[in-house]
């Protein structure tokens, strides 16, 4: 398949977050949608993420957007006719509360979900356990659980969106870098690419951690940075953990995947800021220790191995969303801080609203 000479709109990146945006514009009728992805499908943080989904946020924003994202995965094999199954496993979220200030955050966090249509609740350890029987209960004071939280499979995912995408004729280019992009009189003229020039006024900038550079290259300065995030995988065990535990003072996140591995991971804010995704000693003693911590029955769980992907960060923790006042056709979807998976319908939703210049269906404005 030669690249088009122009296109209406280039989407850079095929990570979970281009491929649904060229799907949710593609579904709203634009045609000549071009997705443009230097390597595979879901090679970035996609492919390397964790895909817990949680509905489970302190902040008003952050419940809207993952609730808008729970209501779409829930329909996500019929809603994209995919074939095989984004296996969303809504088996809940366990989020544990290491001290009193914590529970406090968490009992006003609940208050707020719950007046959303969140079906979280606060428990005690006692009834925490009665949900995960191997967790500690010494080890906390309080939890939240919200049985519709889950996780999915992020390949499947992203392959039902590109798959529906190009039902609908959005023509994705893998293994085709952008190496350039055309700015006259502040307007995107066309996008260079390893192969060949397509002519446009849109570019939707989905790079993950790449969107720094390829903001730079319309002159943009896209105030991300990147980090290393690990997880590690055991060998497969008996069902012994139903939702995803999770805590953030612990710092961990622990799930068991449908084949019985368990999956966890944990966040080192003194990693340095760059692209490295090799795998540390670091990690590995820490993470175990705080699981053994808190699921005793793990300590013998044989690790399978490790890997490394990295988050795509702002100084906020919080996505940008949305087009770049000082160059008219760039479009923003990025610096997703970790939870850019789950956000992604949501952010295919907002990004179409905003290049069709419909009504937001959430108010995103300050995120911009
Ligand atoms: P990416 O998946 O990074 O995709 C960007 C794409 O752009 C890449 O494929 C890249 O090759 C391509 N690209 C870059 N430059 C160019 C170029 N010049 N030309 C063409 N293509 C280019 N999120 C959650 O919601 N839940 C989780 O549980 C979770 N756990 C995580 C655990 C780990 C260890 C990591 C690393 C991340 C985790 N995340 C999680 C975050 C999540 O993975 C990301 O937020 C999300 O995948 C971002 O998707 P994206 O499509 O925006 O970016």
Same mark, same amino acid.
């Not at 969140?118 to 939890?143: C, D, G, H, K, R």
């Not at 290259?217 to 999770?246: F, N, S």
């Not at 084949?259 to 175990?288: A, L, N």
């Given at each position: 398949?030669? #690249?088009?000479?122009?296109?209406? !709109?280039?989407?850079?990146?095929?990570?979970?977050?281009?491929?649904?945006?060229?799907?949710?514009?593609?579904?709203?009728?634009?045609?000549?949608?071009? !997705? #443009?992805?230097?390597?595979?499908?879901?090679?970035?943080?996609?492919?390397?993420?964790?895909?817990?989904?949680?509905?489970?946020?302190?902040?008003?924003?952050?419940?809207?957007?993952?609730?808008?994202? !729970?209501?779409?995965?829930?329909?996500?094999?019929?809603?994209?006719?995919?074939?095989?199954?984004?296996?969303?496993?809504?088996?809940?979220?366990?989020?544990?509360?290491?001290?009193?200030?914590?529970? $406090?955050?968490?009992?006003?966090?609940?208050?707020? $979900?719950?007046?959303?249509?969140?079906?979280? =609740?606060?428990?005690?350890?006692?009834?925490?356990?009665?949900?995960?029987?191997?967790?500690?209960?010494? $080890?906390?004071?309080?939890?939240?659980?919200?049985?519709? @939280?889950?996780?999915?499979?992020?390949?499947?995912?992203? @392959?039902?969106?590109?798959?529906?995408?190009?039902?609908?004729? !959005?023509?994705?280019?893998?293994?085709?870098?952008?190496?350039?992009?055309?700015?006259?009189?502040?307007?995107?003229?066309?996008?260079?690419?390893?192969?060949?020039?397509?002519?446009?006024?849109?570019?939707?900038?989905?790079?993950?951690?790449?969107?720094?550079?390829?903001?730079?290259?319309?002159?943009?300065? =896209?105030?991300?940075?990147?980090?290393?995030?690990?997880?590690?995988?055991?060998?497969?065990?008996?069902?012994?953990?139903?939702?995803? =535990?999770?805590?953030?003072?612990?710092?961990?996140?622990?799930?068991?995947?449908?084949?019985?591995?368990?999956? %966890?991971?944990?966040?080192?804010?003194?990693?340095?800021?760059?692209?490295?995704? +090799?795998?540390?000693?670091?990690?590995?003693?820490?993470?175990?220790?705080?699981?053994?911590?808190?699921?005793?029955?793990?300590?013998?769980?044989?690790? #399978?191995?490790?890997?490394?992907?990295?988050?795509? %960060?702002? *100084?906020?923790?919080?996505?940008?969303?949305?087009?770049?006042? *000082?160059?008219?056709? %760039?479009?923003?979807?990025?610096?997703?801080?970790?939870?850019?998976?789950?956000?992604?319908?949501? +952010?295919?939703?907002?990004?179409?609203? %905003?290049?069709?210049?419909?009504?937001?269906?959430?108010? =995103?404005? @300050? #995120?911009?």
């Amino acid at each position: 398949m030669n #690249l088009p000479k122009s296109a209406s !709109v280039v989407i850079v990146g095929g990570g979970i977050s281009g491929c649904a945006i060229a799907w949710n514009l593609a579904n709203r009728g634009v045609k000549d949608i071009v !997705v #443009l992805e230097k390597d595979t499908l879901a090679n970035g943080s996609t492919g390397r993420c964790g895909a817990g989904i949680r509905m489970q946020w302190g902040a008003e924003k952050n419940c809207r957007l993952a609730q808008f994202s !729970v209501n779409f995965f829930e329909n996500a094999n019929d809603i994209l006719a995919y074939e095989r199954d984004i296996e969303f496993e809504q088996s809940g979220y366990l989020i544990i509360a290491a001290n009193e200030a914590e529970a $406090q955050q968490f009992r006003k966090n609940v208050a707020l $979900q719950n007046s959303l249509g969140i079906p979280s =609740v606060f428990l005690s350890p006692e009834e925490a356990t009665a949900i995960v029987p191997y967790i500690n209960a010494t $080890q906390f004071v309080a939890a939240t659980f919200c049985q519709k @939280d889950g996780h999915l499979n992020p390949f499947h995912t992203t @392959d039902a969106f590109a798959i529906a995408a190009e039902r609908l004729g !959005v023509r994705i280019f893998k293994h085709t870098e952008v190496t350039g992009i055309e700015v006259k009189n502040n307007r995107i003229e066309s996008v260079d690419t390893t192969g060949g020039r397509i002519a446009t006024h849109i570019v939707v900038n989905a790079a993950g951690g790449w969107s720094k550079a390829i903001g730079k290259m319309a002159g943009v300065d =896209v105030p991300v940075y990147v980090q290393r995030h690990q997880i590690l995988v055991t060998e497969p065990l008996e069902p012994i953990l139903g939702p995803m =535990v999770m805590g953030f003072s612990y710092n961990i996140y622990i799930q068991q995947v449908p084949h019985g591995s368990i999956i %966890m991971g944990r966040s080192d804010h003194t990693e340095p800021r760059d692209f490295r995704t +090799t795998s540390g000693w670091k990690f590995i003693e820490e993470m175990t220790k705080t699981c053994g911590t808190l699921l005793p029955y793990l300590r013998t769980a044989k690790i #399978l191995r490790q890997w490394a992907g990295h988050y795509c %960060m702002t *100084e906020d923790a919080q996505p940008i969303y949305g087009p770049v006042p *000082e160059v008219e056709g %760039m479009y923003l979807a990025c610096g997703f801080s970790g939870h850019g998976f789950m956000l992604a319908p949501a +952010t295919a939703e907002l990004i179409s609203e %905003m290049i069709l210049g419909e009504p937001l269906t959430i108010d =995103v404005s @300050d #995120l911009d």
